[in-house]
């Protein structure tokens, strides 16, 4: 057996959880590179939620619920933008604006859960599987402090996905950092989720490296005792998340970071590289030849 943090290639990681909900627990790193270096790490954990087991998802234990109160929750609502739409409905919405030529036979969506009714997600991440369990898209959510967010949806092209994972770019159209401007690019290097997964978003301004962020997470069964011993390890963590991001800015403040002004809210969604979007004039005009 390969131990798991030795883990490189998709096939030594395995598919992807049968379970409903399954929680991933490990480490996120932020690393700033230029003007000046500034690094931290901290203990975090996300859930694996199936977008279409929902119910089953909220009989795991007393301590866990879907769309209603509990210690530790996930909402629909945290990531849907339009009133009474499902989450799935909102995946597939977004999947066929793309041009996937059929609706994923299982969308997977790595989040933070709330914890005591407070969640924030600096990035969601949906995965979209064809019937063959292939990974053929994948949707990279993204909020910022000011209460905004922008969503790239990403078909995996030829060439994306090998062995070691999967390689996508974009540009960055979406202000997240008052202390870096716009038109950095984006290179997300994705292990999909197995027995563990992880996400690097190396960001970039010309050549230059900028930024470097990360996700390693093992997978663990979504269970009261397995929740309850995660909650006494990492107490409150989404509320540690945001105090920890408003501690950094300070930090990055102290140290001479340049502030750059939040530009006015762009486009919601984009399709493909460099900004390119879908208008509203052309939504709903797509179709899959069947829909379930």
């Known amino acids: 057996m390969i131990r798991k943090e030795r883990i490189t290639t998709i096939a030594e990681n395995g598919s992807a959880p049968d379970a409903a909900v399954s929680l991933y627990v490990g480490e996120v790193m932020h690393a700033r590179l230029k003007p000046f270096t500034h690094r931290f790490v901290y203990r975090v954990f996300s859930l694996l939620v199936d ?14 619920g ?17 009133k009474g739409e499902s989450l ?5 919405r977004l999947f066929l604006d793309a041009g996937l030529p059929e609706r994923p036979s299982r969308v997977l969506l790595l989040a933070y859960p709330r914890i005591l009714g407070y969640v924030f997600n600096p990035i969601s991440v949906y995965f979209a599987y064809d019937d063959t ?62 027995e563990i997964v992880r996400l690097r978003i190396h960001e970039t301004e010309g050549d230059q490296p900028l930024l470097s962020a990360t996700f390693a997470g093992e997978r663990n069964d979504l269970t009261t005792r397995s929740l309850a011993r995660i909650l006494l390890r990492i107490p409150l963590m989404t509320w540690k998340v945001i105090a ?18 939040s530009p006015p809210p762009g486009k919601p969604v984009s399709f493909r590289d460099e900004a390119t979007v879908l208008t509203a004039a052309n939504e709903g005009e797509r179709t899959w030849g069947v829909r379930t």
């Open 133 to 194: 369990d292939a990974l053929n898209a994948v949707i990279y959510a993204v909020r910022n402090t000011f209460g905004e967010q922008h969503t790239y949806v990403a078909r995996v092209e030829p060439g994306e996905l090998t062995s070691a994972g999967l390689r996508q770019t974009r540009t960055k159209i979406f202000h997240v950092s008052p202390f870096i401007d716009m038109g950095a690019r984006y290179r997300f290097r994705l292990l999909p989720p197995g």
């Open 88 to 92: 799935r409905a909102r995946a597939d």
């Open 244 to 261: 920890g991001i408003h501690y950094e800015a300070l930090k990055l403040w102290w140290k001479g970071a340049r502030f750059h002004k």
């Open 66 to 82: 879907i769309d209603r109160a509990a210690l530790v929750s996930f909402h629909q609502k945290d990531h849907t933008d339009r």
């Open 51 to 64: 977008l279409d087991r929902l119910e089953e998802a909220d009989r795991r234990s007393v301590l866990f």
